[in-house]
């Protein structure tokens, strides 16, 4: 029995021999053996700080409740909060407050159940003011933003996929290219990086052939021209070559086990002249509708794309704006923290640039960076968004637990990881149910919102009806903090009209019998 308790003392005294010895941590030197419990206090401090430490809304870049509100939806649990707000609202700056009417328009009833269909088509047709061969209208408000495999595990990806075929929503493919897991049964929208991943010949060069190959293979609705995203604007992308697996080098048409470099630049356009030369010979060449991402920062492109488009005919067809606080790709801290303005700042900025040009109902704006919460989303659409993608919120309906392992390739669920034995945990038929839960629930929340505004559609809710708290009991509309003119944030009216009788042929109107005989006025 003696050898039970000298084996434990053998082992501490071979890790304070170490400790002593080695140069690299001057704690450890100081205090051997007990200095590990700070490096393992430190590992483990965001998932204590997470379940144990911090408030219900306290935490980055989700807080608990956002949390638990999209795990419920994506579960079909309960996702009400019972006992009012826990949150100080006359004294939290940036607090967002949606005005309500007490009359407005009929508009369709919605069912009260989480995970219950709602139907939000978007509001404007996509690639109709330009003419384009395959335009079309989005069935879905809230799409998947862009996560490509690589990032993500094939199973996320898988599970993703399903889910928007089962929500009746668009994912998009990220710039790692069309994967066999995109390709389940959801629509998609292809985004082309600066690596040309999928469409690139064997130097890395744009290849036009190929492009169309895969456009002919897949069902692709739009495509998109990424020329950079809120977690790192500007900066290009690395994945390490030991990750380059055979699967992933055939979906990207890239060398096995090589360094695969995104360049932080395009080099089929060096100007604003020449991308739109390029996004009208993609859009002649398959017939798709073809857009942009972009973070915002300098508004010189911007002021330089809308003149052109003003001047010349030529244009996109659609303008995705990530905010600076988006965050499924992994980056420097100065850029997760620092570079690219945040979603409402650099959104209304653009669309205020096409506005005054009078483009913006010429063009559907989609946006991202954490509007996959209901008050989020509504502030999106009444700046002008016409559509909405979420991605951190699909991935935590996948089962992502905001571990913020995505850049180790030690995700615990299996969700941004390579690693076979992670990736096996996350079962994609069950989590895809559960991504379409979830989208189902956020577009539910939207209708209702939409109804409390009197309104039939998210995108008309107006920068009027929404007010952003200044922390000093003091609110102030969205159309002031943002310099919008009064008709600004609106479809047109001929689409406000169409999309009304869209939404008006889905359902019963309102939320409530038919009046009585005896109603005021009615009998």
């Known amino acids: 029995m003696k050898w039970r308790r000298v084996l434990p003392l053998a082992a501490a005294a071979g890790v304070a021999a170490h400790d002593l010895a080695q140069r690299r941590h001057a704690l450890l030197r100081n205090f051997p053996v007990i200095g590990h419990g700070r490096y393992l206090l430190e590992r483990i401090g965001p998932e204590l700080r997470q379940y144990i430490v911090a408030g219900n809304d306290e935490e980055r870049p989700f807080s608990r409740d956002q949390r638990r509100w999209v795990y419920a939806s994506a579960k079909l649990e309960n996702n009400y909060f019972g006992f009012g707000t826990d949150n100080d609202v006359e004294h939290t700056p940036g607090y967002v407050i949606v005005k309500h009417r007490t009359f407005g328009g009929a508009v369709p009833a919605s069912s009260p159940h989480v995970g219950q269909e709602a139907f939000i088509p978007c509001a404007k047709v996509l690639g109709a003011a330009r003419g384009r061969r395959r335009a079309f209208r989005p069935e879905s408000v809230v799409n998947i933003s862009g996560m490509s495999f690589g990032s993500l595990s094939g199973n996320a990806v898988a599970a993703l996929n399903k889910g928007a075929a089962l929500a009746g929503c668009m994912q998009n493919t990220g710039e790692g290219s069309v994967s066999p897991y995109h390709l389940l049964g959801g629509e998609l929208v292809w985004q082309i990086g600066t690596g040309y991943f999928g469409c690139r010949d064997e130097h890395g060069r744009f290849d036009l052939g190929r492009l169309k190959d895969v456009v002919a293979a897949a069902p692709i609705r739009a495509l998109e021209v990424k020329l950079s995203q809120g977690a790192k604007p500007s900066l290009g992308g690395l994945l390490p070559g030991v990750k380059v697996s055979p699967e992933i080098a055939s979906t990207r048409g890239i060398p096995v086990g090589r360094d695969c470099v995104s360049p932080s630049r395009h080099a089929e356009f060096t100007n604003t002249d020449e991308l739109l030369d390029w996004v009208e010979m993609l859009a002649e060449e398959t017939g798709l509708p073809v857009g942009i991402k972009s973070a915002v920062g300098d508004m010189t492109f911007w002021d330089e794309l809308t003149r052109l488009m003003a001047d010349t005919g030529r244009g996109v067809d659609f303008v995705n704006i990530d905010g600076g606080e988006g965050g499924t790709g992994a980056s420097p801290l100065v850029f997760t923290d620092s570079v690219s303005l945040p979603f ?16 913006h109902e010429q063009v559907v704006f989609a946006g991202a960076g954490k509007l996959g919460l209901p008050d989020n989303a509504v502030v999106a659409f009444a700046l002008g968004a016409d559509l909405v993608y979420v991605a951190r919120e699909a991935m935590l309906a996948v ?3 905001q571990a913020q392992k995505c850049h180790t390739d030690t995700c615990p669920t299996g969700v941004a990881t390579q690693n076979r034995w992670l990736a096996h945990g996350l079962d994609p038929e069950l989590k895809s149910v559960r991504v379409a839960n979830y989208i189902r629930t956020l577009r539910r929340d939207l209708l209702k919102v939409a109804e409390a505004t009197g309104v039939e559609h998210p995108a008309m809710i107006g920068t ?5 708290l200044t922390g000093q009991t003091v609110g102030t509309p969205l159309r002031e903090i943002y310099d919008y003119e009064p008709d600004w944030g609106h479809p047109s009216a001929a689409d406000q009209a169409e999309v009304a009788k869209l939404m008006a042929g889905t359902a019963s ?6 009046p009585s005989p005896t109603a005021a006025g009615r009998s």
Do not use: H, N, Q, W
């Open 344 to 359: 409402r700042m650099g959104f209304s900025r653009v669309y205020r640039t096409f506005a005054r040009r009078g483009l």
């Open 399 to 401: 089962g992502c637990i």
């Open 464 to 468: 009027d009806d929404v007010e952003i």
């Open 509 to 514: 109107k309102g939320g409530s019998a038919a």
